[in-house]
């Protein structure tokens, strides 16, 4: 099955979803970044039990420091969904450029430094 | 431990205001293990700070790094060569760790990242509760090994006020009344009488009602 999902989504695997950290969400922001987002396992599937709600907890953490800061915590989200939904993995990140095409371009951007 | 909470970013950010280079200094003592300011949360100030800058157009230049503790002169000293290039340090030990850095090193500024709060454990994962208040001459022991003087919102040391009810404290339903707690376990052990016997006043003044206080050991000075 080959299915296309929109080429400016940047895949970073890793083992679990529980691996995502708090800073590699707000380093994505920090190098420019308009939006990141955790696809992980379905509640209650996680291979290690916890990983996917570590990673909702953390992805609700950075959400509250974007809105601190007056950047749409939008930009930031948390997915799940089982690893043999490929069209789902597509649907999705459709469904994010959408949203993040909406937002406009991260008030965060590089070019924005003095 | 000691345990602190981050100050809410809205005052971090406004102490580094006009700033454009600072160091955030962590400290790999209570505040790593009460996970609010070792190398982890560290990063994570640093990387919101920088985000809120580059936000504003205004970029600021934030270096990072944890020492083994900031309440010791011997770690304070690796830090010598990196002070005096900032126009801030933040630090984010407990309230010790800031004053210590600005004893040693006098003309750097340093703003605490932290509000420190009380002696305690974790009761759970990403809970922790005050046990104990410092007050100089313990006296759990008579109390089944809980502390009325932390744990009572009002201290006191002779029972329980009126205002214990169903296990709660009167001032919120969330917080346990200690007294309810020593009063069943001297009871359950069949101990109660334990206290009826009278106790001299407690001398406060190895508390902090005696002023500041100083441990000096004199084996150990030099
Ligand atoms: S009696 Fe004093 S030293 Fe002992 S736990 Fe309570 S406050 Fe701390
Ligand atoms: S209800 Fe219990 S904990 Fe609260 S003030 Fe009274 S004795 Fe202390």
Redesign the interface.
């Known amino acids: 099955m080959r299915l296309s999902y929109p080429s400016n989504v940047k895949v970073i695997q890793v083992p679990c979803s529980g691996r995502v950290?708090?800073?590699h969400l707000?380093?994505a922001?920090?190098d420019g970044a308009d939006g990141v987002y955790v696809a992980g396992c379905l509640e209650g599937e996680c291979h290690f039990l916890t990983g996917n709600f570590k990673a909702k907890k953390r992805v609700q953490y950075v959400k509250k420091?974007l809105e601190?800061?007056?950047?749409e915590p939008e930009r930031v989200e948390m997915f799940n969904l089982s690893a043999g939904e490929g069209p789902r993995f597509a649907e999705i990140a459709t469904e994010m450029t959408e949203r993040i095409r909406e937002l406009g371009p991260s008030?965060?951007?590089?070019q924005?430094?003095? | 431990m000691i345990v602190a909470n981050r100050k809410p970013l809205a005052e971090i950010r406004e102490m580094v205001e006009n700033c454009d280079k600072i160091l955030i200094l962590g400290c790999k003592g209570c505040v790593t293990v009460c996970n609010v300011g070792g190398a982890r949360e560290v990063s994570i100030l640093a990387s919101i700070l920088r985000i809120a800058r580059k936000k504003e157009g205004r970029l600021l230049h934030v270096d990072e790094m944890t020492i083994e503790r900031q309440c010791d002169p011997e770690y304070i000293e690796q830090v010598k060569d990196r002070v005096g290039q900032y126009d801030a340090v933040v630090s984010m030990a407990c309230g010790v760790g800031p004053q210590f850095l600005s004893e040693a090193y006098p003309a750097q500024r340093f703003f605490p990242a932290v509000n420190t709060t009380f002696f305690g454990g974790a009761i759970q994962h990403g809970v922790w509760a005050e046990r104990c208040a410092g007050c100089g001459t313990c006296i759990i022991h008579y109390f089944d090994g809980m502390c009325p003087i932390a744990r009572c919102s009002k201290s006191l040391l002779h029972g329980p006020c009126g205002g214990s009810a169903n296990g709660k404290c009167e001032i919120s339903k969330e917080v346990d009344c200690i007294w309810d707690k020593i009063v069943r376990k001297k009871m359950e052990e069949g101990h109660l009488k334990d206290l009826l016997d009278p106790k001299p006043p407690k001398d406060w003044r190895t508390a902090r009602d005696g002023g500041p206080r100083k441990s000096v050991r004199e084996e150990l000075v030099q």
């Open positions: 950290d708090i800073i707000l380093k922001i920090e420091v601190e800061l007056g950047i008030p965060v951007k590089p924005n430094a003095a």
